[in-house]
């Protein structure tokens, strides 16, 4: 566990407490540590293949928030003005942005009246804040950040591995770019968002991350697997 900074933001009129889970100076950044921080991704990525049909990243240290609320329109309006984007209403549906005050955003439908925001780490305690600041009504809003990690996964043959996880349907038709299902992976479970043809993100628990990085190895060894730093 890292050294973090004990910094809250009191509420007015509300007994929530919000803390910043960044650590507390530049210098402890190198504390925080991914799910797979024991595998030395980085010399594999140097040192391992560079040609395979399935390339594999760990996006770590992001920051993830759990929404949860029936969001008026007014709602939805401050919603889209601290995120730079409005929460996609549509079933199965994510939206991304690169134009935000903050950096790419991307949000998830999860469920009629829950959204997966995922952000830079070090934006999460900033937006988490903003939220509790400037949202009225009834909502919540969690940090679950610690809790999980995202794994990028691409290829030519990365639909072929992921087959082999996986029941859902990945035919283009079925499963087009930007659709987004929380479903089995192996025998754990994953958020899975297609983000181009041959490009997924799966954002997965921390307990299971290394037992999916060991699982992904062996469905990718026909294939040939490449790791990016």
Same mark, same amino acid.
């Given at each position: $566990? ?10 007015? @009129? %509300?007994?929530?407490?919000? $803390? ?5 100076? @530049?210098?402890?950044?190198? +504390? ?38 029936? #969001? ?16 996609? $209403? ?6 991304? %942005? ?8 991307? /949000? ?18 900033? +937006? ?13 809003? /969690?940090? +679950? ?15 072929? $591995? ?13 499963? #087009?770019?930007?659709?987004? /299902?929380?479903? /089995?992976?192996?025998?754990s479970g994953a958020m899975i968002c297609r983000l181009a043809d041959d490009q997924f993100e799966l954002v997965v628990r921390r307990s299971f991350a290394d037992y999916l990085w060991l699982w992904i190895q062996d469905a990718s060894r026909e294939y040939g697997l490449v790791v990016k730093a």
């Amino acid at each position: $566990m890292s050294d973090v900074k004990v910094e809250a933001v009191e509420l007015e @009129a %509300t007994d929530k407490l919000v $803390m910043n889970q960044v650590p507390l100076s @530049a210098e402890l950044n190198e +504390i925080g540590e991914s799910p797979l921080h024991h595998a030395d991704l980085a010399s594999i990525a140097e040192h391992g293949p560079q040609e395979g049909g399935v390339h594999f990243h760990e996006r770590k240290l992001m920051g993830l928030l759990t929404l949860r609320c029936l #969001p008026s329109a007014e709602q939805q309006e401050i919603i889209k003005s601290l995120l730079g984007v409005a929460l996609p $209403m549509q079933p199965l549906t994510s939206v991304t %942005t690169d134009e935000s005050t903050i950096g790419k955003v991307s /949000v998830c439908w999860v469920s009629p009246d829950e959204w997966l925001i995922i952000i830079e780490g070090d934006k999460a305690f900033d +937006i988490e804040s903003s939220f509790h600041d400037k949202l009225m009504g009834h909502f919540s809003l /969690v940090n +679950i950040s610690g809790g999980t990690t995202i794994f990028d996964v691409s290829g030519s043959h990365v639909v072929e $591995m992921l087959k082999k996880s996986t029941p859902v349907d990945l035919y283009a038709s079925e499963f #087009p770019v930007g659709k987004v /299902v929380s479903t /089995v992976f192996a025998k754990s479970g994953a958020m899975i968002c297609r983000l181009a043809d041959d490009q997924f993100e799966l954002v997965v628990r921390r307990s299971f991350a290394d037992y999916l990085w060991l699982w992904i190895q062996d469905a990718s060894r026909e294939y040939g697997l490449v790791v990016k730093a």
